[in-house]
């Protein structure tokens, strides 16, 4: 049997407040809505409740706010089965993200940090949480020197670093240095090298820069580039998006766990396309994230 893999997650914890429209409005547009939510999300903890959806052991470090978001957020999380013993309390507003979904599943999002923008360096106690995992997931919604000091500290203890390079901009050549899979959308992986339209020239390019990379294709699947290894491409199911929000970080965090398993890359990578295939056709972030059961089901095609 094996193992339960133990996840580490440093990153965002948002409320995701959603307008469902019919089409996004363009500026200087007023549109009426449909519907809206509050819907716990932020990359970090949506990496986080995808992962322990998907049967690891996970622990959060982050930070929320002193209002009722921030208790909301962490009680979601802890009712997703994720440890938030690290997850601080500081005295600012958690933070929020204002996302318009349309009816073709599209999304625009604004990020307002809030307590994320204090994750500036590691605390007491989460260089030792790091070192007790399998991986550690990091994503770029907190300061690039807490980022940082998170991948440096996972590669003083071996542990694997699975980077999403999301919002996109320039990585600074030691969080590379440290980084040991780079997970970028195809969107991100053209703004880091400057390439568009080509993913595998795009993949080559970064691993100038980093050992592995997997470049998700929304509809298209995914690509898996890794130094002296021929690329493995797998597609995505065909389904009807209903909403793509945590899609990205549904298959970051289930993709890390089935690595940490010992699973083949091609597996892996099936096995995350069926659990963000799962999330795409459901409302909200972490709201739509699959469980175990039923990823196994989508995968082996029984769901």
């Known amino acids: ?53 998907a049967g690891a052991t996970v622990s959060m470090i982050g930070a929320v706010g002193t209002d009722a978001y921030g208790t909301r957020l962490r009680s979601a999380l802890e009712h997703s089965g994720v440890d938030t013993d690290l997850l601080r309390t500081v005295e600012t ?43 550690l997931l990091l994503q770029l919604e907190v300061p690039l020197d807490g980022v940082l000091a998170a991948a440096q500290a996972a590669r003083r203890h071996g542990v694997r670093t699975v980077l999403t390079p999301a919002p996109a901009q320039q990585l600074p050549p030691e969080l590379l240095a440290a980084t040991d899979l780079l997970l970028p959308n195809e969107h991100e992986a053209a703004a880091l090298t400057g390439i568009a339209d080509d993913p595998h020239a795009a993949a080559g390019a970064l691993l100038s820069q980093v050992p592995e990379v997997v470049i998700t294709l929304g509809s298209r699947g995914s690509l898996y580039a890794a130094r002296g290894a021929e690329p493995v491409v797998v597609p995505a199911r065909r389904v009807t998006a209903v909403d793509t929000t945590g899609a990205g970080d549904t298959f970051a965090g289930t993709l890390a766990v089935a690595l940490a398993e010992g699973n083949s890359v091609a597996d892996a990578l099936g096995w995350a396309s069926a659990a963000a295939a799962l999330s795409v056709q459901r409302t909200g972030a972490s709201a739509s994230m699959p469980y175990r059961s039923e990823i196994d089901g989508e995968a082996e095609g029984t769901s």
Do not use: C, W
């Not at 997650?9 to 363009?26: E, F, I």
């Open 1 to 53: 049997m094996t193992p339960t893999p133990h996840i580490a997650v440093l990153g965002s914890a948002n409320m995701d407040l959603v307008a469902y429209v019919a089409k996004a409005p363009q500026p200087g547009e007023t549109v009426t809505g449909r519907e809206f939510r509050t819907v716990p999300g932020g990359k970090g903890a949506n990496q986080a409740v995808a992962a322990a959806r």
């Open 93 to 135: 507003a958690t933070g929020t993200a204002h996302i318009v979904v349309d009816d073709d599943g599209g999304n625009s999002i604004v990020v307002i940090p809030g307590a994320n923008g204090t994750l500036t360096a590691l605390a007491p106690g989460d260089e030792g949480l790091i070192a007790s995992a399998d991986a």
